[in-house]
């Protein structure tokens, strides 16, 4: 049960990321090329973040 608890929730917390995430491409105006990267690169570390998380809370 609690696993998918921490799904539920490891994408809502992705949604909330890459809504701030869009705030912040809109803000700073960044061109199209970059737009991919920027987003690749904090999914990519959020999603490292959020396994590393699921990871600790098995060894405990």
């Known amino acids: 049960m609690s ?4 799904i539920f929730f490891a ?4 949604v909330i990321i890459n809504t701030m995430t869009n705030s ?3 803000q700073k ?3 199209e090329e970059k737009i991919p990267n920027v987003f690749t690169t904090i ?3 959020i999603l490292i973040l959020l396994v590393s998380t699921y990871v600790r809370l098995l060894v405990i």
Do not use: D, H, K, S
């Open 3 to 6: 696993i998918f608890l921490f």
């Open 24 to 26: 912040l491409v809109l």
């Open 11 to 14: 994408a809502l917390y992705l």
């Open 43 to 45: 999914n990519v570390l």
């Open 29 to 31: 105006e960044m061109t």
